[in-house]
């Protein structure tokens, strides 16, 4: 079957009229008509489809695809590094959602050859997010939902910078990941949140978006708080893992926090919601002083 898709006719041309939007790769996607049938290829996309009011209309999603719920339900296509490619074809999708640095471009590229529209999304930042909702459902002509939610997160990512604009800065490190152990910089999201929190990224300053250190390196920075978000929605374990050094700040005062992974590592409206939680994490940091 894929075989035989390789060899057939790419995407067709675009009617007046038909919708268009700029990808997070400033590329011009234009669709003959509204998707129907939406192939998102990682769980933030996923997200995303959902928040952009076209839910209905997704058909494939890929592993870890877990919110809303109703996305477990969707058949699922292999996982955001190695998708099934002829189980993607079968499902006929007129709309694929990509994640420009986290789907293997190569697959992305065969998509393409295929015949199905790729719109490629990586949010960095608050604006982004907005914007990705509104994109999306300008695509699946669901822009009444689209646009309602975009601007709730605009809103209330406004409101929390408004409200935390002079707080106190307390200094934080955020662990992305345990082995090997990883962090974010200033210019990762999270690390958008972060200062957004009034918390200062002790790794901020490092050249590369999610870099890797050391123990030795957190000790040295000593922060006054550590924050992570484990391998699940209510495990942790990597924040235990810190207990055994007693001198650093965060650990002598209590400030080991934990944020469930979802609400903070995923570039979708549900941002707002951990970064309320991040928020008030470094509330207690403050009042711990």
């Known amino acids: 079957m894929l075989a035989l898709a390789l060899s057939g006719p790419v995407a067709g041309e675009t009617r007046a009229g038909s919708p268009c939007a700029i990808d997070d790769r400033d590329r011009e996607v234009c669709l003959e008509a509204p998707a129907t049938r939406i192939a998102a290829l990682s769980p933030g996309a996923a997200e995303l489809v959902y928040a952009a009011g076209a839910g209905e209309k997704v058909v494939a999603v890929v592993a870890y695809s877990d919110y809303?719920?109703?996305?477990?339900?969707?058949?699922?296509?292999?996982?955001?590094?190695?998708?099934?490619?002829?189980?993607?074809?079968?499902?006929?999708?007129?709309l694929v959602i990509g994640w420009a640095t986290g789907n293997p471009p190569e697959q992305l590229?065969?998509?393409?050859?295929?015949g199905m529209p790729v719109f490629y999304i990586e949010p960095r930042d608050f604006e982004s997010v907005s914007s990705a909702v509104e994109r999306l459902a300008l695509l699946a002509d669901t822009r009444e939902?689209?646009?309602?939610?975009?601007?709730?997160?605009?809103?209330?990512?406004?409101?929390?910078?408004?409200r935390y604009a002079d707080a106190e800065p307390v200094t934080v490190f955020y662990q992305v990941w345990d082995e090997p152990l990883m962090t974010i910089n200033d210019d990762h999201l999270i690390g958008k949140v972060l200062t957004l929190c009034g918390g200062v990224n002790v790794f901020g300053e490092l050249s590369r978006l999610v870099p890797r250190i050391d123990d030795e390196s957190v000790?040295?920075?000593?922060?006054?708080?550590?924050?992570?978000?484990?391998?699940?929605?209510?495990?942790?374990?990597?924040?235990?893992?810190?207990?055994?050094?007693?001198?650093?700040?965060?650990?002598?005062?209590?400030?080991?926090?934990?944020?469930?992974?979802?609400?903070?590592?995923?570039?979708?409206?549900?941002l707002l919601e951990g970064s309320r939680l991040f928020c008030e994490k470094l509330d207690r940091a403050r009042d711990k002083r």
């Open 68 to 94: 809303p719920p109703e996305a477990q339900e969707v058949p699922s296509v292999g996982s955001h590094t190695r998708m099934d490619l002829e189980a993607l074809v079968t499902l006929n999708p007129d």
């Open 109 to 114: 590229e065969t998509i393409e050859a295929l």
């Open 219 to 270: 000790l040295a920075a000593d922060p006054e708080a550590i924050l992570a978000g484990g391998m699940g929605e209510e495990n942790r374990d990597w924040l235990t893992h810190w207990e055994q050094y007693p001198s650093l700040t965060a650990v002598e005062r209590d400030n080991l926090f934990f944020v469930p992974p979802s609400l903070i590592q995923r570039p979708t409206p549900r």
């Open 145 to 162: 939902e689209g646009d309602r939610v975009a601007a709730e997160f605009r809103d209330g990512m406004a409101a929390l910078s408004e």
